[in-house]
């Protein structure tokens, strides 16, 4: 990774953790300036708009998602075991200081049309296509009924999630995790063969 490469990721790295705080509409040049102590003329060499900004930060935020989240939990054994990996590791990442940046982008931008909006849709398209290819490998592997509708344990998953994100953030239910893994084991216990 040359110098110009190394710079922008530590730009994306910091604008990732104030969008953590701030939202992805509150992450300006500017406030990306004075967090950095970059000028906003060098800032604005890297990204050009605000709106190049956004998406340049939904694409950091996605790619340190899936290498922080989806890759490890390939690592473990196809089906159940790997859906448990994967879970874990979500929560983990949840629980990071400002949460999903990912998350709290879809509630931002849930009605905001626009470049960002589509790019994020096309990631929860990609993340739902990947918990469901999930479910699909746990029924080839015997794991699951061969009748479960794939898309609807991934939907089911992601509301044990989200419910998990609104619990522990918003809410600071100390029982969220333990809540959320109940959850899940009910969604597994459901899909199981019997």
Do not use: N, Y
Request: with cysteine; charged share 25%.
């Amino acid at each position: 990774m040359g110098k110009g490469d190394a710079t922008r990721e530590a730009i994306l790295d910091e604008a990732g953790h104030l969008a953590r705080q701030v939202g992805l509409a509150g992450l300006t040049i500017g406030s990306l300036a004075t967090r950095t102590g970059m000028s906003k003329s060098g800032l604005f060499a890297h990204f050009g708009s605000k709106e190049s900004l956004q998406l340049d930060v939904l694409d950091h935020a996605t790619e340190r998602f899936t290498t922080e989240v989806v890759r490890p939990a390939l690592t473990a054994p196809r089906g159940e075991p790997r859906v448990r990996a994967l879970f874990d590791r979500w929560l983990a990442w949840d629980s990071a200081e400002g949460g999903c940046p990912l998350v709290a982008a879809a509630f931002e931008l849930d009605d905001q049309p626009g470049p960002v909006r589509e790019r994020l849709v096309r990631d929860q398209h990609a993340w739902f296509d990947t918990l469901a290819t999930m479910a699909t490998i746990c029924v080839a592997e015997g794991h699951f009924r061969s009748d479960i509708d794939p898309r609807q344990f991934a939907q089911d998953v992601e509301g044990v999630m989200l419910a998990f994100h609104v619990a522990s953030r918003l809410l600071a239910d100390p029982d969220a995790a333990a809540r959320a893994h109940r959850g899940l084991e009910t969604l597994l216990a459901a899909a199981a063969v019997r």
